[in-house]
């Protein structure tokens, strides 16, 4: 790389990371930390920072603290290792939030593995490094004030000035020696078996812990699936308890699963005007490429019989798109089946999220439990989806009459609202007759469609659902992913035709 360009991508890159740092709470702490016990330790910091946004090298430093900029570069190299090729690199490479949630881990995990004998070592070079510097600056200061004494005619105190400057030059040669003896200690112990690999120790458990957060931060992505948008500190908090909750991680990797395998109709987003609809006059860009895909073409024709394309909206106020999800939480559904019927109640929340909707969690159980009902807006913070996946009441019996009541009081009360209801249990449960009549009195005078989703195993138990369902999903495998794609590519939001 030019040595120019290299010197001002190393300023450019450096104001980066400082504007990072300065923002961030946990960096500064683990930048205080570790210069604590290293000194050269941000320069050690920064150097992975760089490795990992970049994938090389920074350019060679210059000035005073060369020997410790190159042995930062060196335990930088050595820890970040792999992370700087392959899948990490996709999460890291120009990506300021990636690079730094990498650096914050991998430093972490080297303040740890930092080897005794190497610390030592390198903080006698920065001090040796720093007197070097004093003596210079100290020489050049002495040689200022000698020329101009001797231009102002006095010598005899110009030769005091001139002997300083040769103590000085000696005293410099003979730290400058000194200097080259610790930093081939340095070299040699830093190639010794033990050191390194504490290293490479120290990268491998921050490149673990780096999966587990890349997969919590991907399955609860918002809109855009991008973390750059939010606070750095956040989303650090926000993914250490994801994968501190072995509940909350095992729901995030069925969620980050089911996103993966769910591509239809994904592939674009949002805009203010847009709405649901088949007049093929007003399709938005995105749907007439689909309309020739060989493979999506096939979904394209289907969602235009259910008028649910994607159409160019007119001027008119906008309905609020929304949804209603009734997911059940008794203790039938303890295990496998509550992880499925969370994911998918999260999976469709992000759906209806990225139609800048909102959303409603009913959570039952028994007759005697109380309704747990979350509202979930656009902008809600992830905090209250989070608790959807937290909160389980381990009841006895099972109660849809409650939760369906509560969903037709809402709906009742935003005559502006379309929604339909997703209704997602394991099947064992019943409604009474004299209830099945009034609730389909009300589903049609307000005009919404109820889909019901049951999660089980082995015998499935439908004909609860069946009574007030008007489309029926059931999945069997106890991931949710027979049923994924069908759940989420007809929108939540899409009323019932009419008749």
């Known amino acids: 790389m030019n040595s120019e360009f290299g010197k001002y991508d190393n300023y450019f890159m450096e104001d980066q990371f400082v504007n990072l740092v300065a923002g961030s709470r946990e960096l500064r702490e683990l930048l205080e930390l570790g210069q604590g016990v290293l000194v050269c330790f941000p320069l050690i910091i920064w150097e992975i920072f760089y490795q990992l946004y970049r994938g090389r090298k920074m350019a060679q430093a210059e000035?005073?603290?060369?020997?410790?900029?190159?042995?930062?570069?060196?335990?930088?190299?050595?820890?970040?290792?792999?992370?700087?090729?392959?899948?990490?690199?996709?999460?890291?490479?120009?990506?300021?939030?990636?690079?730094?949630?990498?650096?914050?881990?991998?430093?972490?995990?080297?303040?740890?593995?930092?080897p005794t004998d190497l610390t030592k070592t390198a903080n006698r070079i920065w001090r040796l490094e720093e007197q070097i510097r004093r003596q210079h600056l100290a020489g050049r200061a002495s040689g200022k004030v000698e020329e101009l004494l001797a231009g102002l005619g006095q010598f005899a105190l110009g030769m005091t000035y001139a002997r300083k400057i040769g103590y000085l030059k000696g005293a410099k040669a003979r730290s400058e020696e000194r200097l080259k003896e610790l930093a081939a200690g340095l070299m040699e112990h830093f190639q010794g078996a033990g050191p390194v690999e504490k290293l490479v120790l120290a990268g491998l458990e921050g490149e673990q812990k780096l999966e587990r957060q890349w997969a919590a931060l991907a399955g609860w992505s918002g809109p855009g699936g991008s973390w750059g948008q939010d606070s750095f500190d956040r989303a650090?908090?926000?993914?250490?308890?994801?994968?501190?909750?072995?509940?909350?991680?095992?729901?995030?990797?069925?969620?980050?699963?089911?996103?993966?395998?769910?591509?239809?109709?994904?592939?674009?987003?949002?805009?203010?005007?847009?709405?649901?609809?088949?007049?093929?006059?007003?399709?938005?860009?995105?749907?007439l490429v689909l309309m020739s895909h060989p493979r999506l073409g096939r979904d394209f024709r289907r969602r235009f019989q259910e008028e649910a394309l994607w159409l160019q909206g007119d001027e008119g106020p906008r309905?609020?798109?929304?949804?209603?999800?009734?997911?059940?939480?008794?203790?039938?559904?303890?295990?496998?089946?509550?992880?499925?019927?969370?994911?998918?109640?999260?999976?469709?929340?992000?759906?209806?999220?990225?139609?800048?909707?909102?959303?409603?969690?009913?959570?039952?159980?028994?007759?005697e439990d109380p309704l747990q009902i979350i509202r979930l807006?656009?902008?809600?913070?992830?905090?209250?989806?989070?608790?959807?996946?937290?909160?389980?009441?381990?009841?006895?019996?099972?109660?849809?009459?409650?939760?369906?009541?509560?969903?037709?009081?809402?709906?009742?009360?935003?005559?502006?609202?379309?929604?339909?209801?997703?209704?997602?249990?394991?099947?064992?449960?019943r409604l009474n007759e004299d209830f099945l009549k009034e609730f389909s009195t009300r589903k049609q005078n307000l005009g919404f469609q109820v889909t019901g989703v049951v999660v089980t195993y082995g015998q499935t138990a439908t004909d609860g659902l069946e009574a007030f369902s008007d489309r029926l999903l059931v999945s069997t495998d106890l991931l949710g992913h027979d049923i994924i794609n069908e759940l989420l590519s007809d929108p939540l939001s899409k009323p019932k035709a009419d008749s």
């Not at 060369?66 to 392959?86: I, K, N, Y």
């Open 377 to 429: 807006l656009p902008d809600s913070p992830l905090e209250e989806a989070m608790a959807v996946g937290e909160l389980f009441l381990r009841s006895r019996s099972t109660d849809y009459e409650k939760p369906l009541r509560a969903a037709l009081e809402l709906l009742e009360k935003q005559p502006g609202l379309k929604a339909g209801i997703t209704f997602i249990t394991d099947g064992i449960c």
């Open 236 to 287: 650090v908090r926000l993914a250490g308890k994801l994968v501190g909750s072995p509940k909350l991680e095992r729901l995030t990797r069925r969620l980050g699963r089911m996103k993966e395998l769910f591509t239809s109709g994904d592939n674009f987003s949002w805009k203010p005007g847009m709405t649901l609809g088949n007049d093929l006059n007003r399709l938005v860009p995105d749907e």
């Open 63 to 114: 000035g005073v603290h060369r020997v410790s900029h190159l042995f930062s570069q060196m335990m930088a190299e050595t820890v970040v290792g792999r992370m700087g090729t392959g899948k990490f690199s996709a999460h890291c490479r120009d990506n300021l939030f990636g690079a730094a949630l990498a650096t914050l881990y991998l430093g972490r995990e080297l303040l740890i593995q930092l």
């Open 319 to 367: 309905e609020i798109v929304g949804g209603i999800v009734c997911l059940d939480n008794s203790g039938s559904m303890e295990g496998p089946k509550e992880e499925v019927a969370k994911a998918l109640t999260l999976a469709l929340w992000q759906r209806v999220q990225r139609q800048k909707g909102e959303m409603t969690v009913i959570m039952f159980g028994g007759p």
